[in-house]
């Protein structure tokens, strides 16, 4: 943020050199003054600037004092830090400047050439503290000063007062400058005199007029202005002391009247045991003043409408008085009633109890009471069941019937429910009953005494109440005993027969059909509708006032809070009284306050006023935003105002806002396009890559209907919207759109508030998808073209590809089709062989290619002749890994007969080749050796036979030819 500053000087070079140093320190100049100025606009003054540079080169003429001038500015601009910039500086100049409000002291050369941002920060520093001070010091002084009780400073050594508060003046009749020629001696009074009174506490005083009074006082040891001193705080106990004073006069006047008294009295500690009787007690209880000595109040007296003593009790010693009428048991089981008038602390743990029998004239006035007594007893209780514990208590006692409770029909008239129940606490039987019958409901179908008044809406008496067949709590009573009962009827008015109530009475005792009882009660049930159902009322406002989470308040014409619901002290911390005592505006956030205090004017001239926020403050300091809501009364007396804190909503709507906005500049930035559609199916949402992908900007789709764009893009795109949304499941479509060339991919997320749709552009990885496609189906038809077997498997040994061949022939090996899925194969394969093929596998996993000629006839079930060369390569990754094994497999089984064929041949040419060396050559070697015997010889032959024998020679030897060569092409072989 810019810091602002102003310059005051009387050189303009100084100002430029000022100037130009704040600037190099980013700080602006709100304006430039002569050191006399001394006037300033209050825009300027609001404007609070942080510094405040002052040249005080010259600081000092006859006509101008610079330290006063100093003193001027630090009052008028209190928020900002004076910073005094002189030639010369020693430690009396500093000290005047900064007693004068300043907050520091500079050479010219220091500010000039030096870095200063520190001597700035702690001027601030120093500027918060002194204000801090400032209102410590002034919260200090109106502490002393104001305070009501009085209070006063004196010298601990000789007693002298040195400072005193306007309320010891007001007290002693003293003005400060004559308290200040006093010593505290002198206010205090001849201890020999008569009537004083001095205690550890108390202390008498004298005052100015010579009154005395009684004050206690407090006293704290401290130093004053450089002096031991003691600060005293006085409270006056005047009228205390004088009242206990009065007291025990009043003790002994009413001792001496006590046993001449017609109403019996008597004294009692604060356990309630008798102390004292006079003689009226004798009489009334009925028994001696022995007798009664030492005998609990309990014992003998029970409180009206059998409210439990220890209450009543207890409820004297807190207000320290009591008045009532009460029952009395005497010795002899007579029962009177008497008025009883207490006092507590006469003296010191004793009070004192005064009875007046008033039997007669409260027996004759009891019947014609009821009703008012239960009118007033409705309109004393707050809440409903109060209320009926009331009347249900009145009605038991007039009657004198052991148990009265109260049946309340829900809001959909079709259960009654017990809503109160009255039993007589000396008649454990009921007490029990009552508490057994708690929490009891009883459908309209339901056979129960109350249905019946309920179904017919008029009274019922029930005669032997146990045996009859519409009660339902038998196991509660004493079949021994004879119950009667009575029901009657409770109507929402004379003039509407809607019930909203059903009393029952029930006694343990025969009682015949009173008609006069029934006719007393149905009269007082008349008038009890009407106000059942404004109790109710009440009460539900009551609650909606106490238990609302809102703040609630009403606040006067003049803005002051006359009444706030609790929500507002838990809310704001502050006690009722402590909002009684402000006003609605007083704990507006000041920025908040003009706003504020529009719609307050609107207010109190008859406007309603509906959601205006504001920053309220908490008794902590700190602010909480609240949306209020206020009615004015139509009389315009009274403003009406409920208020929601919505601090932690609007925290959390910052929150969204702000998360919002993260994921629009993420929506915005991802290369998807992104579309959001509602419920109407309106687009509310269109990013940067919609508009990229689709062509179309966001101005022409925002807030118009998406079904209709999609029809003209894609019907097929509209149908899964259509369909994401109704299946309410996310959906995925690869589609065409023809307009724009492309391929896209859509997902839709349906939500409660519409459709979430991100598109991405494939149309690359589509033809992408297609060239693999095709080279797929290219690789296939290639394989699946020979006869050869090609397969291929992954690290797990698991086949990821093979080829027709290689399924064909291996489901003629194992009886069935295979599939991917070689399961089958292995369960038809033994251990041997599966670990055969895992070596061959596991041996090219390695990264060794190698071949294998493999038999497969010991495979086949029928053991048909099957044997194939098999060739083992690695297949690699793109990071050099072998990710898995491909195998090719040539069938050389018809090979192989054909070289066992051949081989049967070859062995068939050498024997014929032995044949031909042996059996053929040894007749043929005959014949040679004849004819070359006789060439040999000495006998002449003709020529006829000479040449016949040349022919048979060179016949001979070509055939001894022929035969060594098929000899020699057989061993060849």
């Not at 009883?340 to 004793?350: M, T």
């Not at 909503?649 to 559609?677: C, P």
């Not at 497969?856 to 194939?868: E, F, M, N, S, V």
């Not at 040679?928 to 001979?956: C, H, M, N, R, Y």
Request: net charge negative.
């Amino acid at each position: 943020m810019l810091r602002k500053a102003l310059t005051f000087s009387d050189n303009q070079e100084s100002i430029d050199q000022i100037e130009q140093k704040l600037r190099g320190m980013d700080i602006s100049t709100s304006g430039t003054f002569a050191l006399t100025d001394n006037t300033f606009s209050k825009v300027l003054i609001k404007s609070k600037p942080d510094f405040i540079f002052v040249d005080a080169s010259y600081f000092e003429t006859p006509e101008f004092n610079i330290f006063s001038h100093t003193d001027y500015l630090s009052r008028t601009f209190a928020s900002s830090s004076i910073i005094i910039l002189c030639k010369i500086l020693d430690a009396s100049i500093q000290r005047n400047f900064l007693q004068a409000g300043a907050q520091d002291c500079l050479l010219w050369n220091d500010f000039l050439q030096s870095d200063i941002e520190k001597n700035l920060f702690f001027a601030r520093e120093r500027q918060v503290l002194r204000s801090r001070f400032k209102k410590i010091a002034n919260d200090y002084k109106q502490l002393f000063d104001a305070n009501p009780l009085p209070m006063w400073v004196y010298n601990a050594e000789n007693g002298q007062f040195i400072k005193v508060n306007e309320a010891a003046c007001q007290k002693y009749g003293y003005s400060a400058k004559e308290f200040y020629q006093l010593t505290i001696h002198d206010l205090k009074v001849d201890t020999t005199a008569k009537n004083i009174v001095n205690t550890d506490h108390v202390i008498t005083h004298l005052t100015k007029s010579g009154e005395h009074i009684y004050v206690e006082l407090t006293s704290h040891q401290t130093i004053y202005k450089g002096t031991d001193a003691v600060l005293v705080l006085a409270h006056d106990v005047t009228s205390k002391v004088k009242a206990e004073q009065e007291k025990n006069v009043a003790s002994k006047q009413l001792f001496l009247i006590f046993e001449h008294s017609s109403d019996a009295i008597l004294l009692t500690d604060n356990e309630g045991k008798i102390l004292e009787s006079n003689s009226a007690s004798e009489e009334l209880f009925n028994t001696s003043k022995k007798f009664l000595q030492g005998k609990s109040l309990i014992e003998i007296v029970k409180p009206e409408f059998n409210t439990p003593f220890a209450s009543v009790w207890n409820k004297f010693h807190t207000v320290g008085k009591h008045e009532g009428k009460i029952s009395i048991k005497s010795t002899n089981n007579d029962t009177k009633i008497a008025s009883w008038r207490a006092l507590a602390n006469i003296r010191e743990g004793i009070h004192l109890h005064i009875f007046n029998d008033v039997t007669e004239v409260e027996l004759k006035a009891r019947e014609n009471e009821l009703n008012s007594r239960i009118l007033s007893s409705i309109k004393d209780s707050f809440t409903l069941k109060d209320t009926l514990n009331a009347i249900s208590n009145n009605i038991r006692l007039f009657t004198g019937w052991e148990s009265v409770e109260f049946w309340i029909p829900d809001s959909q008239n079709q259960i009654l429910f017990l809503a109160s129940s009255s039993a007589n606490p000396h008649n454990a039987q009921f007490v029990k009953f009552a508490e057994a019958s708690r929490n009891r409901t009883r459908g309209y179908e339901e056979k129960s005494i109350s249905n019946n008044s309920w179904r017919s809406k008029s009274a019922y008496w029930f005669s032997d109440l146990y045996h009859h067949d519409s009660f339902s709590r038998k196991e509660l009573l004493d079949p021994k005993l004879d119950y009667t009962a009575v029901s009657i009827p409770i109507f929402e008015s004379s003039n509407n027969d809607q019930i909203v109530g059903i009393i029952i009475l029930i006694t343990d005792q025969k009682v015949s059909y009173d008609s006069y009882l029934i006719g007393v009660l149905s009269k007082v049930a008349g008038g009890l509708g009407n106000l059942i159902e404004k109790v109710k009322a009440r009460e539900e406002l009551s609650n909606l006032f106490d238990y609302s989470a809102d703040l609630i308040c009403i606040a006067d014409k003049n803005g002051f809070l006359i009444k706030t619901n609790p929500a507002f002290s838990n809310v704001l911390g502050f006690t009722v009284e402590e909002l009684k005592s402000k006003k609605f505006t007083d704990l507006i956030h000041p920025e908040d306050l003009e706003t504020s205090a529009q719609e307050i004017a609107k207010l109190y001239h008859g406007e309603i006023i509906r959601a205006h926020a504001n920053r309220y403050r908490t008794k902590l300091g700190t602010y909480r935003h609240f949306a209020w809501v206020a009615v004015p009364d139509p009389n315009g007396k009274q403003v009406f105002v409920i208020g929601r804190d919505v601090t932690e909503l609007k925290a959390q709507t910052d929150l969204i806002l702000k998360n919002a906005e993260q994921t629009r500049n993420m929506l915005e930035s991802i290369t998807d396009g992104f579309i959001s559609v509602d419920k109407s199916w309106n687009v509310n949402y269109w990013n940067a890559s919609a508009e990229r992908i689709l062509g179309i900007a966001k101005e022409e789709v925002l807030n118009q209907n998406c079904l209709i764009l999609l029809q003209e893009l894609s019907p097929e795109l509209a149908t899964m919207f259509e369909e994401a949304n109704q299946k309410q499941t996310s959906l995925l479509v690869e589609t065409y759109l023809p307009k724009q060339n492309i391929w896209i991919e859509s997902t839709a997320y349906p939500s409660n508030e519409g459709l979430s749709v991100y598109i991405r552009d494939i149309t690359l990885a589509k033809e992408h998808s297609l060239a693999i496609a095709t080279m797929q189906k290219n690789l296939e038809a290639i394989i699946n073209a020979t006869s050869e077997l090609i397969w291929s498997v992954d690290k797990e040994y698991n086949l990821t590809i093979a080829n027709k061949a290689y399924f064909e022939l291996l489901s003629d090996l194992v009886g069935k089709p295979i599939d991917l899925d070689t399961s089958t194969l292995r369960e038809s394969l033994s251990e041997a062989v599966q670990a055969k093929w895992r070596a061959y596998y596991e041996r090219c996993m390695q990264g060794q290619p190698h071949s294998v000629i493999e038999d497969l006839a010991t495979y086949h079930p029928t053991g048909k002749r099957l044997k194939a060369i098999v060739n083992f390569n690695p297949i690699y990754d793109h990071q050099g890994n072998i990710t898995g094994v491909a195998c090719f497999a040539k069938d050389i089984s018809e090979l192989t007969q054909k070289m066992e064929t051949i081989d049967q041949q070859s062995n068939q040419l050498k024997e014929i080749a032995w044949f031909q060396s042996h059996a053929v050559r040894q007749p043929l070697a005959k014949i040679l050796g004849i004819v070359d015997f006789l060439e040999v010889t000495d006998t002449e032959l003709d020529k006829e036979t000479a040449q016949l024998l040349t022919d048979l020679k060179g016949s001979a030897q070509e055939l001894d030819d022929v035969v060594k060569t098929i000899v020699n092409k057989a061993q060849k072989k």
